[in-house]
């Protein structure tokens, strides 16, 4: 298992594009979550999996943010109609369910930004 | 709501011990972790206390009193590649669903 892949690595859009960003969790994980991370502060919670469920999305997060997990593997995170406050790093990570000592497995990240 | 604090810049030389504190206000608290983030990397794991205690892994330990709403990362004999960002994040949640709300970092520099 190579951990947990982000894609694609970096994302420059214009203002008012919709953009799609995809995981790929470690394969035994069944929990999956995305994160929002700017300069200088820490990771921001947006949504979390478990398995294809949405179990919990930020009340913080626009309806222009939606996520999906369809098949409970891969997951999708969408954002409609850009804007520049938009721009940070979005992390996913993945555990597994009851196994707290291990903590979350992050991805690297997908570097988005808004002009 | 809920919210941590921690310093925001720490500096210490190769080979001392450094503690970062950490203190929240939150509901539902379940345990209290702790992740290193280099510049341009990702979050990584370094420990979890659910309970009261310490807890260590080599050289790094980390400290949970739930009564203080408190703890702390202990590092000990500092190298220069621990120079790195430190969250602290609690696991909150209620009934079947729990996720992590990260602080707001602390950058450690390690010095020759």
């Known amino acids: 298992d190579t951990g947990v892949s982000q894609d694609p690595r970096h994302k420059i859009t214009k203002r008012g594009q919709n953009v799609t960003f995809r995981c790929d969790p470690i394969?035994?994980?069944?929990?999956l979550y995305w994160y929002r991370q700017t300069l200088g502060q820490g990771p921001e919670f947006l949504t979390y999996?478990?398995?294809?469920?949405?179990?919990?999305k930020s009340r913080l997060l626009s309806d222009r943010f939606s996520a999906e997990r369809p098949k409970g593997s891969f997951s999708t995170l969408e954002i409609q109609r850009t804007e520049q406050g938009d721009s940070a790093m979005y992390l996913c990570?993945?555990?597994?369910?009851?196994?707290?000592?291990?903590?979350?497995?992050f991805g690297s990240g997908t570097r988005l930004t808004v002009v | 709501g809920q919210s941590l604090e921690q310093p925001s810049e720490v500096t210490a030389v190769e080979g001392a011990i450094v503690q970062i504190n950490c203190t929240y206000q939150?509901?539902?608290?379940?345990?209290l972790s702790w992740y290193q983030q280099h510049d341009g990397g990702a979050p990584t794991f370094l420990s979890y206390?659910?309970?009261?205690g310490l807890e260590e892994t080599g050289r790094f330990s980390s400290f949970l009193s739930r009564s203080d709403s408190y703890g702390y990362l202990l590092l000990q004999e500092l190298q220069m590649k621990d120079s790195a960002s430190y969250f602290c994040?609690?696991?909150?949640?209620?009934?079947?669903?729990?996720?992590?709300?990260f602080g707001t970092g602390t950058r450690l520099q390690v010095f020759p």
């Open positions: 990570a993945s555990s597994l369910q009851g196994i707290l000592n291990y903590g979350y497995t």
């Open positions: 394969s035994e994980h069944n929990r």
């Open positions: 999996f478990q398995n294809e469920a949405q179990l919990e």
């Open positions: 939150t509901s539902g608290f379940y345990g």
């Open positions: 206390n659910a309970l009261d």
């Open positions: 994040a609690v696991r909150v949640g209620r009934e079947n669903t729990d996720k992590l709300i």
